[in-house]
């Protein structure tokens, strides 16, 4: 992910700002180095010196520093990052440029050799070695390190083994001078460790984006396949004589594996369908949209639902990978007060509820789940005779299995008895409010636990 992140284009961005950043902040440095040097006179050929060298540092530090910027903004605009032999020299030719400013301090006589090792460009290694963290290259800050520390160290034995000055006139004794190389060499070492640390942070807050950005377009993508799945949806309600017919369907996630549908055949009857796809999420809604446009494009060519099924269940066979299957409840409602006709491919549970006894009876599956065998082939639909008052009721198992935690710590499901109760409750509502009253009930069980799986359900009511 590491590898990913850093050769991805966010990251080429954020190292590229980070050096042009860096070069603005050595040129502010430098800039602000050059105050004290402008206020020395020119009365004394030391002080023309000082300002000479200090002069010639600082624009050679400013060149480098434009070039770093302009040669950044070439790679930007080529979409690149900046090459690591170009770090390399620059990193190499910075940290020189203090051990230049030192040498020629000596050369030039305008200090004692161990008081120019001791004067001010000697901190400019420290300054630029904290400021080579922005590099994002514990690499060149290491280099910069080693540059710097051998660079000073072989001033100190020019010095001593050169012009032969082996005792120090500024009371410091000589160690001392072996330990500011010592510290170069760790403050590089150190410089690479804080810039790996925010290579590490940069990379986590680029990976971060990345992965909300990608989160968002899912979110989004599934806000699109959830709008679309609802519109496959029914609308209004079917107007059939004799009966009073409604659906709803809540998925768990953003999509849902459940549907329901209702289509008018030429011959004026209407087919009910109601499907649950195993599982939920986004892979079976596919297959729920696949399923409704299969039945509705067969319907026409198989009026009775036993060979509507088996076709649909062949054409699903063929499709759908092993593991995957589809629960189908299908009802035949022809205008009048003839019997229905009924057909579950594996789907549970209906129910029937019986105004004249007040039960609620379970109606069992007649064969399996649609995609299981190819070869599978349905019996005729059962014929079921509804009285005034009378309800069918198709719903799939998300009513049934939504779950709750009971007083004594163990998972307690909505359960059966409780559905039945809650359909006979209900029952002398109209369609759509005896779903919505069924629905809170479920809802009121489980309390704060949230929905586990999709909920749908289809109620056809015979009218007085």
């Known amino acids: 992910m590491a590898d990913a992140i850093a050769r991805s284009a966010g990251f080429r961005e954020a190292s590229l700002r980070s050096e042009v950043g860096r070069a603005y902040a050595v040129i502010g440095l430098i800039l602000v180095l050059l105050v004290p040097l402008a206020l020395l006179g020119l009365s004394s050929a030391v002080e023309v010196r000082l300002k000479l060298v200090g002069a010639a540092a600082a624009l050679l530090l400013l060149c480098l520093q434009v070039g770093v910027i302009e040669f950044a903004r070439w790679s930007a605009r080529r979409g690149r990052v900046v090459p690591m032999w170009f770090g390399v020299c620059t990193t190499t030719v910075e940290c020189l440029v203090p051990t230049g400013a030192i040498l020629t301090h000596i050369l030039m006589g305008t200090m004692p050799p161990f008081a120019a090792l001791s004067s001010p460009p000697s901190l400019a290694y420290v300054l630029l070695l904290a400021l080579a963290t922005l590099r994002l290259r514990p690499g060149l800050c290491l280099l910069g390190g080693v540059v710097g520390a051998a660079g000073y160290g072989g001033l100190v034995a ?122 939920h999420g986004i892979g079976p809604a596919l297959v729920t949209a696949a399923c409704r446009a299969y039945v509705r494009a067969s319907s026409s060519h198989h009026p009775d639902l036993a060979s509507l099924a088996t076709h649909v269940n062949r054409l699903l066979a063929d499709d759908l990978p092993d593991g995957r299957f589809v629960t189908m409840a299908g009802v035949l409602v022809e205008p009048g007060d003839g019997p229905l006709a009924l057909l579950s491919a594996g789907h549970g549970p209906i129910a029937l509820y019986v105004r004249a006894t007040g039960e609620v009876q379970d109606i069992l599956p007649q064969g399996m789940p649609l995609a299981v065998a190819s070869d599978t082939c349905f019996e005729p639909a059962a014929s079921l005779p509804l009285g005034p008052g009378d309800v069918l009721a198709l719903i799939t198992d998300g009513f049934v299995e939504w779950s709750r935690f009971d007083a004594s710590g163990r998972r307690e499901q909505f359960g059966l008895t409780r559905l039945r109760e809650s359909l006979r409750r209900h029952a002398h509502l109209a369609a759509g409010p005896m779903i919505a009253a069924v629905a809170a009930d479920v809802a009121d069980f489980a309390g704060d636990e949230a929905q586990q799986d999709d909920l749908t359900m289809v109620v056809v009511r015979r009218t007085d």
């Open 158 to 279: 020019y010095v001593i083994w050169g012009l032969g000055i082996s005792r120090p006139t500024t009371g410091v004794p000589l160690a001392g001078y072996v330990m500011p190389a010592l510290l170069i060499l760790a403050g590089g070492a150190g410089a690479a460790w804080v810039a790996r640390e925010i290579r590490r942070h940069v990379e986590a807050a680029l990976g971060e984006a990345e992965t909300r950005r990608k989160m968002d377009r899912i979110e989004h993508d599934l806000a699109i396949a959830r709008s679309i799945q609802r519109a496959l949806l029914p609308r209004t309600a079917p107007e059939v004589q004799g009966y009073e017919i409604a659906g709803w369907n809540r998925p768990a996630d953003e999509t849902g594996g459940d549907y329901f549908d209702w289509q008018r055949l030429s011959d004026g009857r209407w087919i009910i369908t109601l499907a649950d796809v195993s599982g």
